[in-house]
């Protein structure tokens, strides 16, 4: 398996561990039996649970393009050591990205957040070259 996918296969794996941070922060917050009910309305979690929401929802996004940007570099062959670079440069981001969200750490969590970005549209451009 090349770097970039490594990459994408555990970025997907912290998609899956912040869901479960997420569920049981939001379990704790609303309570089992709102947890269990169907959701006719939404139910608005504050403080951490709801920054473990946003972070999630937030990495749902970035885990769109990269898993595009992998897809494309892998498919078409340009794998390159600045690509596996940019690669670990994501996950990486999105790792510290979480902490840095949930304890409010500015202005470090939108530079964060920016290394990430330009990480994966390193990668996209790559793609183009």
Known sequence: MTPELTALTLA????VLQLALYSIAGQKQAGTKAALKPRDR??????????????????????????????????????????ALAAALYLLARVLYIPAYVFGWVPWR??????????????LLAALM
């Open 12 to 15: 997907a794996l912290l998609q």
């Open 110 to 123: 939108s530079l964060i957040w920016a290394i990430g970005f330009l990480a994966t549209l390193y990668l």
């Open 42 to 83: 939404a139910i608005e979690l504050t403080g951490k649970a709801g920054r473990l929401k946003r972070a999630m929802d937030n990495h749902f996004e970035g885990l769109i393009l990269f898993g595009i940007a992998v897809m494309v570099i892998t498919y078409s062959g340009q794998n390159t050591d600045m690509t």
